[in-house]
């Protein structure tokens, strides 16, 4: 085929200007960044810092573990949920109730968990009918997972939606003709045939859970430190910007893993087509 | 058996959905309480709505947003637009492959990562940090999610059209402007309602770059929402949702009669 050029050259520079200053420059500012001390000085030491104290060590662990939590959990609820919805009449119309919520701003749905979870609040109302008492939910771990969970479950919902929806059904219907039963062929033809959405889906919640910074601070009453709150903290309260690169630099990192772990398999599967 | 399942599949969707909604819906009705707080309903009042429209420093960080949101989505959904025919027209694919892995970097990179660069950039070339550095960082992180949505309709395109143009004498300009340009406007608009909620619904990256002077809503709400329970903040959730309602409505009616011009158009061939 011809190669059709409808556009001249000039049409292109403020795309590639975007990339080069938006995309290239600041992904190299901040590992530049990493390399400098509180002077501006080269170093290591924010490495040193970084590899040699337990605490960010164990900060990065803690992170990458309530990621894999709010991941989890994000997946149990939304693969039953994504799966229902696609069962129904009205479908678009549902999965669109789905995505609904999250054109509301994060802020306010954080927002109305202080109060849902507050000592007076809602749920320790319902709580004390039981006689268990007002009890400390908000400013918890459990409350910081929760919320976190609740807030990128449209987000789980959609990848795998799509999933189900490219899936054939006459997959299905050949498979209960060849005497599968229901959940054979769940886990023998469905879920394999899914799993593309639900890495998309795994990627869309893993990596923004690691970033989470504000909702440590409004409902994890900065008890749980993810890799985000750090690199806030270094940045904009203790104006160290070269150790918070330096976590930063850990995230895209971090970032680069899942994206190889997550996306190895659709090679994988394009090699055996 | 089979209703059986089906019932059990109906709660726990209705729960699921109950738990999506629950939060939302609690927000907006205490917006109407008398009382201060979000514990017990005291009885119905628009005083919260009268705060909110008295308070002139919050209406004109809507204002701000709004216009911050409008013109980072142009800016982004031009921008934009011309990235995906360069993409489209690239014949390189290792060209074609970088350039959409660049353009998909800011779409996967964590807020923090993005606020955190773009401040380092800003910085660096002494852009001052305010409604400049807001409307700069908006616009880059919008332009990725509209060559996303401008890609498709383009590879939709027909090669025969541009032909049919370009052997009817129509110059380059002319077969962008009148073929090109018609043909993935669907996209185009698609793009622009994604840059707009983009732009409306981020928090982080604005929260690194916004300095002291510029507050968007949602920076304004993370600050309130530290200082506790106001339910000036409910009723303003309250504005928001019917706000995003009409939004959302608006957009499905558009897209549902393109898709149904689409299907009448396939329909007719068919026959």
């Known amino acids: ?273 | 058996m089979t209703q059986r399942r089906f019932k059990w599949s109906s709660i726990y969707l209705l729960l699921v959905f109950v738990i999506l909604y629950a939060p939302i819906l609690f927000l907006i009705v205490y917006s109407f309480n008398s009382g201060t707080t979000m514990d017990h309903f005291d009885g119905f009042t628009l005083a919260h709505y009268a705060t909110l429209f008295a308070d002139t420093r919050l209406i004109a960080i809507v204002l701000q947003t709004l216009l911050i949101a409008l013109l980072s989505a142009l800016i982004a959904t031009t921008i934009g637009t011309l990235g995906a025919l360069w993409i489209q027209q690239t014949s390189r694919p290792f060209f074609k492959n970088s350039l959409l892995s660049f353009n998909n970097i800011l779409i996967v990179s964590p807020d923090v990562i993005i606020g955190a660069s773009f401040l380092i950039f800003f910085t660096t070339l002494s852009i001052p940090l305010g409604f400049t550095s807001v409307l700069i960082s908006h616009t880059a992180f919008s332009i990725p999610i509209v060559v996303l949505m401008v890609l498709p309709r383009l590879k939709e395109l027909n090669g025969s059209m541009l032909d049919a143009a370009a052997d009817l004498g129509a110059t380059q300009s002319q077969t962008l402007r009148d073929v090109i340009i018609p043909f993935i406007t669907p996209g185009i608009f698609a793009g622009f309602f994604m840059a707009l909620t983009y732009s409306l619904d981020d928090f982080a990256v604005t929260f690194f770059v916004t300095g002291n002077g510029f507050s968007t809503l949602s920076v304004e709400i993370y600050s309130r929402a530290r200082q506790g329970i106001s339910l000036e903040i409910n009723a303003l959730s309250g504005l928001l949702f019917v706000l995003t309602l009409v939004l959302i409505v608006g957009y499905y009616i558009v897209s549902q009669s393109s898709q149904r011009r689409l299907l009448r158009k396939k329909r007719g061939v068919n026959r």
């Open chain 1, 1 to 273: 085929m011809t190669q059709r050029h409808f556009t001249s050259w000039t049409y292109y520079v403020p795309y590639g200007l975007w990339v080069g200053l938006f995309v290239i420059a600041p992904v190299g500012l901040i590992i530049y960044q990493s390399f400098l001390d509180l002077h501006h000085h080269f170093t290591l030491a924010n490495y040193q810092a970084y590899f040699e104290s337990g605490t960010y060590l164990m900060m990065t662990v803690n992170s990458i573990w309530w990621a894999f939590l709010i991941t989890l959990f994000t997946l149990l609820i939304s693969y039953p949920a994504a799966y229902y919805i696609h069962q129904l009449k009205h479908r678009q119309l549902w999965l669109l109730l789905t995505i609904l919520p999250t054109w509301i701003n994060l802020l306010l749905k954080a927002y109305a968990f202080i109060g849902i979870f507050s000592q007076a609040g809602v749920v320790n109302q319902f709580l004390s009918l039981f006689g268990i008492g007002p009890q400390q939910i908000l400013f918890t771990n459990f409350s910081f997972v929760f919320v976190a969970t609740y807030i990128q479950i449209p987000f789980m919902i959609l990848p795998i939606y799509n999933a189900l929806d490219d899936l054939s059904g006459s997959y299905i219907n050949a498979s209960h003709d060849l005497g599968a039963t229901n959940w054979q062929t769940f886990s023998k033809v469905v879920w394999p045939l899914t799993l593309p959405g639900v890495k998309a889906g795994v990627q869309a919640v893993f990596i923004p859970s690691l970033s989470l910074f504000m909702l440590t601070r409004l409902i994890g009453g900065n008890k749980v430190i993810t890799l985000g709150t750090a690199i806030e903290e270094h940045f904009l309260t203790t104006m160290n910007w070269g150790m918070g690169s330096t976590i930063g630099v850990v995230l895209i990192v971090a970032m680069v893993l899942i994206m190889i772990i997550t996306g190895e398999r659709r090679q994988d599967r394009g090699r055996v087509r």
